[in-house]
């Protein structure tokens, strides 16, 4: 069975604050894909990131960055100088045969 | 190119009655999966469809189905609604089959409150 597990429920920042979002999942497939979505109030999930499990290299999109660690099955997200338009909630999601999503880290960032 | 369609984007009905909900991907995916979101559950997966065809199927009651058109929209339908169905219906739309590999596209979903 998968799962995926996001331990921070809520998270508030002041603007141009840096904050850390975690995730850690399980599987036991060898190839897998782990991706994050943010969900603004409006609903909709907006794809963020895709990597597969056989890349471990951080990215890193403008104030965006990811750091994947299969050897402690985490792929951790950072948003650099945060901004007001950045609150959302943002879920940590792990393919298989559908995506398996964790249960969401709601992000207020506060002027 | 136009994003994943999905209509109405809030409905309101009555237990007991049925619903229909709407997915039109984006304009050359194939394959449709529907998601249901609720407070207590989060982010579940419903179903699949590629090709017109069932795929893949999420722990949920037979009063939840779906079907695919030969232009690739979807439709998922709830029989005999019950209070617990109310939730955000996420439809995603992906070039292939599966979740592997392939960015799923959400829609802005179907906000469905049942009273």
């Known amino acids: 069975a998968q799962k995926v597990t996001q331990a921070q429920t809520e998270i508030s920042v002041v603007e141009k604050e840096d904050v850390t979002l975690d995730c850690v999942y399980e599987t036991r497939d060898t190839t897998y894909y782990l991706f994050w979505y943010k969900q603004p109030p409006s609903g909709e999930l907006v794809f963020l990131i895709r990597r597969n499990s056989f890349d471990e290299q951080n990215e890193i999109s403008g104030r965006y960055s990811w750091n994947f660690q299969k050897s402690t099955s985490s792929f951790n997200f950072t948003i650099t100088a945060s901004q007001v338009v950045d609150s959302a909630v943002y879920f940590c999601?792990?393919?298989?045969?559908?995506?398996?999503f964790g249960e969401g880290t709601q992000l207020t960032v506060n002027p | 190119k136009a994003g994943v369609t999905q209509t109405p984007r809030y409905l309101i009905k009555t237990r007991g009655q049925q619903v229909t909900l709407s997915c039109s991907p984006i304009s050359g995916h194939r394959s449709v999966s529907w998601y249901q979101q609720t407070p207590g559950q989060g982010l579940q997966f419903l179903f699949e469809y590629f090709s017109e065809t069932q795929r893949n199927k999420g722990n949920f009651p037979g009063r939840f189905s779906g079907r695919q058109f030969s232009n690739s929209r979807s439709e998922m339908n709830v029989s005999t609604l019950e209070l617990g169905d109310s939730a955000l219906y996420l439809c995603a739309s992906s070039l292939g089959p599966g979740a592997r590999g392939t960015e799923a596209f959400f829609g802005q979903g179907t906000r469905l409150t049942v009273v």
């Open positions: 999601a792990l393919s298989g045969s559908r995506l398996t």
